[in-house]
Structure formats: C-alpha cells, structure tokens
C-alpha cells in the first residue's frame, strides 16, 4: 500500500481521532496431513475471500463501543467467523504488528492465534453460518505451505492472489516468524519487500 508505515502498537494507539483503527487475525493450527499421502500439510492457516474479490483475515473496523482493539477483533471475528469462535479469544499477546495507510486513515493491526485443530475444525464447520457469511465473508481458505515439484503450485501461486492492505506481508511475516513454513521457503522465494523490515525502508 502506498504511502503507508509499520509502526509501534503506542504510536498507532496515540494517533489522533482522524484514524480508524482495524484488527485482523490468522488463525492456525497444527496439521498432520499429507496431501497425496505424501506432501505434509504441516499447518492449517485460514485466510477469507472477502467482499471486495481480495484475500484477506478475519476482523473489521473496531468501533467506538468496544473497550479495547482486541474487543473489537473479538466481536468481528464471531461475526464473520459464527459461533465457534466463542471458544478462544484473541487477547494483546497475540498481537503482531501495527500499519498506518493513508487514504483512507485506517491504522491495521494484526494478530496471530493458535488453535487446536479442533478448535480450527469448529470454525470451519461454523462459518457458513456466521452472520457475515455469503456478505462481507464469500469464504473461509487454508494457504497451502508446500510448493508443488513444479516450483510454483501451493504457496508461490497462492502468493499471486489479490490480496487486501498488506495481508500478504502479515501472511508472510507470521510464517515465517512462527516456523510455520520449512527453513528457507520465504527466501527460496525471493519476494522483494516480502516482509515488514524490508517493507519499512521503501520510500
Ligand atoms: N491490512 C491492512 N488493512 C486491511 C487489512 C489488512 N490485512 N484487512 C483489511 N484492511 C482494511 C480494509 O481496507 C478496511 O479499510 O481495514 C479496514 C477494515 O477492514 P474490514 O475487514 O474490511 O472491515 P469490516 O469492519 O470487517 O467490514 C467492512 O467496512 O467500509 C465498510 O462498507 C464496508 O461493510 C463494509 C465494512
Ligand atoms: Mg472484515
């Protein structure tokens, strides 16, 4: 996103009332399966399609009601995830990074939880019947971690997708810094600015 920063979770909460602030989580959990009996799956990561066409997380605007960022993700998320996610709670240690874009004003913060794979099955199972389902959520998708022998197929043309804000540098950021991807994939990869540190210093 052009014109945009990362900056501090205390510098993006003392911005002044001319910003809206946005939460947004990943969701994962631990996956044994094996596509085509071979190919470990190793996690379970969620993403939606949104309204828009583009790929994004779960979570919304937080509102002037909510006591806090994480009570307004929380309320999103049971609106566009449905009943199951009253089972956990995404709170501050979750909390991974903080971006101002600026048209419009909207400060974005994002959040990584882990789940149980029961938990993340519940979701799942839920979500066609949350009440943003077929509105603002056309679907919930799991980012494949393997690539294919193909070199591109999995992660590398999920990668090519639409994605919204800067979830495409959450996404990576999170995977990489949860290990959540075998070592050296992201760099195999050679995505300029394909995390936040080298994100910062574009002009
Ligand atoms: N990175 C950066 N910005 C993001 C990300 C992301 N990963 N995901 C969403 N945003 C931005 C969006 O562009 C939007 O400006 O955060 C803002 C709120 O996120 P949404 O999830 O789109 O908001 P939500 O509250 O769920 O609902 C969308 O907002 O504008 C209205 O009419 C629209 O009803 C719709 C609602
Ligand atoms: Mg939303």
Redesign the pocket.
């Known amino acids: 996103m052009a014109g945009g920063r990362w900056l501090e979770l205390a510098e993006a909460l003392g911005l002044g009332s001319g910003w809206r602030h946005?939460c947004?989580a990943m969701l994962y959990a631990p996956d044994q399966g094996l596509l085509f009996g071979h190919i470990p799956l190793r996690y379970a990561v969620l993403m939606q399609m949104r309204f828009d066409g583009r790929l994004?997380?779960p979570?919304?605007?937080v509102d002037a009601q909510d006591s806090s960022l994480e009570d307004g993700l929380n309320r999103?998320l049971l609106e566009e995830l449905g009943e199951a996610a009253a089972a956990f709670r995404v709170e501050r240690s979750d909390y991974r990074s903080s971006?101002a874009?600026t048209r419009?004003r909207?400060v974005?913060h994002f959040y990584a939880k882990r789940l149980t794979p029961e938990q993340l099955a519940a979701v799942e199972a839920e979500a066609p019947r949350a009440k943003d389902h077929g509105l603002?959520v056309l679907g919930l998708v799991r980012v494949p971690l393997y690539t294919l022998l193909d070199g591109v197929g999995g992660l590398p043309a999920f990668l090519e997708n639409s994605f919204?804000?800067?979830?495409r540098e959450?996404l990576l950021d999170a995977l990489q810094d949860l290990g959540l991807l075998e070592s050296g994939f992201i760099q195999g990869l050679k995505i300029p600015g394909g995390h936040k540190k080298q994100l910062s210093m574009d002009p």
Do not use: L, S
């Open positions: 946005a947004h994004g997380f979570g919304g605007f999103e971006y874009g419009p909207v974005a603002e919204i804000g800067v979830a959450q």
